[in-house]
């Protein structure tokens, strides 16, 4: 096990003997999860395109997205086999749920007030190193769907009372937030209530990205509407710096069908049929009738598969065939960029990301606990010390850097040196480096760190100064160890 989670382990069985039931059962659930990959979830406003984006990243079209009792319910996706579903009932018990041509069904055969959560095990690769946890949505028209979204990623109900779950902060470590078009207040709330949640460290910005989905439909209809959304995306970053790192546009419908084989040759010749049809007349093709030869049923299909812009941009790219329609769609959707960001962001730091959201619900359970409250704090706050979990602090200071100095130019250093990676990595030396290289390098920062907190002007970029200088220490330690 990667040291990180082995320390929180560790943790878990100090404190678990101090804590009542209850806490003892959050200890337990902590210490067996903490080495699992990352649970992000996935949230956002109603119809704003969470499930297609789901479904892009799995490669899968097994997320509903017409509405129904599975789009009411938190399903989780995470890598397993055989591949299934699951009921997770309130009360413990599991019941299979039949998938239907590798799709979960509309309905679930259980009353839905009965089901915690659905839970998808499928043989993604994408799969391995996250679990994505897809909710029902913000502002949906019942009050029971938006406080399932609300108790799955911040343990708590709407009104700020504990989940029955009692490990508080939810069962994410990280948020994707989807983003339809500039954000709405209950978005802005929702935001705040996860910074708040996470705990004592204060982080949202180092472990929530945003995607402004639908890119596609952006602009007046003349221009690209990508460059309009790459634009909106970037106002919306700078406008909730302190609640996500980053924001980038995407068209997950583009990206669904790209990544999930509906495009096959026939489609891209019924496209390359309409090529010298002008696009205001394919708009009226309700009203009148196309020219012959064009398969009318089958571009009907491509429209509800790939949208306007999709279609009448798309069959200028497919002259060669399915593969060329496929890698331009793959392309122009954003979808890479997504993953990008998931790795710079979020994948790189998931042990650190992990680690503190664990000491977050351990403190919290200490709280509630009729036992020694005192003493279980105090082994969280020796282990939040342990050299081991050095890369939470390394968490904190970023985000206290982002919310007050976003372009220090330690930002990016601080950045680099928190990605779980390897040492001379950290460093930007080669894999290959000598012990004695990484250990002077090393040291040669940590004094240029500490001479930057010394004469820092913002408590954030002192802060950062000192946690980067030890950062560097621990670095120069080991190799030289």
Aim: proline share 4%.
């Amino acid at each position: 096990m990667h040291p990180v989670p082995a320390r929180i382990a560790r943790l878990c069985d100090e404190v678990a003997p101090l804590l009542d039931e209850a806490g003892r059962q959050t200890a337990a659930t902590i210490r067996d999860t903490v080495g699992e990959p990352l649970r992000l979830a996935v949230v956002g406003r109603v119809k704003a395109g969470k499930s297609t984006l789901v479904n892009a990243l799995v490669g899968r079209r097994i997320a509903p997205t017409a509405a129904g009792e599975c789009t009411r319910t938190v399903t989780w996706y995470r890598y397993g086999a055989p591949e299934r579903a699951e009921l997770h009932l309130h009360d413990g018990t599991r019941r299979d749920l039949p998938l239907h041509d590798g799709r979960l069904p509309e309905t679930l055969g259980t009353p839905a007030e009965d089901v915690a959560r659905i839970v998808v095990h499928l043989q993604a690769a994408a799969l391995r190193d996250k679990t994505l946890i897809d909710t029902p949505g913000l502002a949906t028209l019942t009050g029971e769907n938006e406080d399932a979204t609300r108790k799955a990623v911040l343990g708590v109900s709407p009104d700020g009372s504990e989940a029955a779950s009692r490990y508080a902060a939810g069962q994410a470590d990280a948020v994707l937030f989807v983003f339809r078009e500039a954000e709405r207040q209950d978005e802005v709330e929702f935001l705040r209530q996860f910074r708040s949640a996470t705990g004592e460290l204060g982080a949202s910005a180092v472990n929530a990205i945003g995607v402004l989905s639908q890119a596609d439909l952006f602009g007046d209809g003349g221009a690209d509407p990508f460059a309009a959304a790459d634009a909106a995306a970037a106002r919306l970053a700078g406008a909730r710096a302190a609640d996500v790192s980053a924001v980038v546009a995407a068209a997950g419908l583009l990206a669904e069908t790209a990544r999930t084989g509906l495009i096959r040759e026939g489609d891209a010749r019924v496209l390359a049929a309409t090529t010298g049809v002008p696009d205001q007349r394919l708009r009226l093709r309700h009203r009148l009738p196309l020219p012959d030869g064009i398969d009318v049923a089958a571009l009907e299909r491509l429209y509800t598969a790939l949208g306007v812009h999709g279609v009448h941009e798309g069959r200028r790219h497919c002259a060669t065939g399915a593969h060329q329609l496929v890698n331009w769609l793959e392309t122009v959707s954003g979808l890479g960029r997504v993953e990008d960001l998931l790795r710079r962001s979020l994948l790189c730091r998931a042990h650190a990301l992990k680690a503190m959201r664990a000491m977050a619900v351990l403190t919290r359970a200490a709280d509630a606990s009729e036992a020694d409250t005192g003493a279980v704090l105090a082994l969280i706050e020796q282990a939040r010390l342990d050299p081991v979990l050095h890369p939470v602090r390394e968490l904190r200071a970023l985000r206290n850097l982002v919310a007050e100095a976003p372009t220090s130019p330690l930002r990016v250093e601080l950045e680099q040196v928190a990605a779980d990676s390897s040492d001379p990595d950290r460093l930007g030396l080669a894999e290959t480096a000598a012990a004695g290289d990484i250990a002077g390098e090393a040291r040669r920062r940590a004094a240029a760190a500490q001479s930057q907190a010394a004469f820092a002007l913002l408590p954030a970029e002192a802060e950062a100064g000192r946690v980067l200088a030890r950062s560097y220490q621990l670095i120069a330690r080991r190799a030289e160890s």
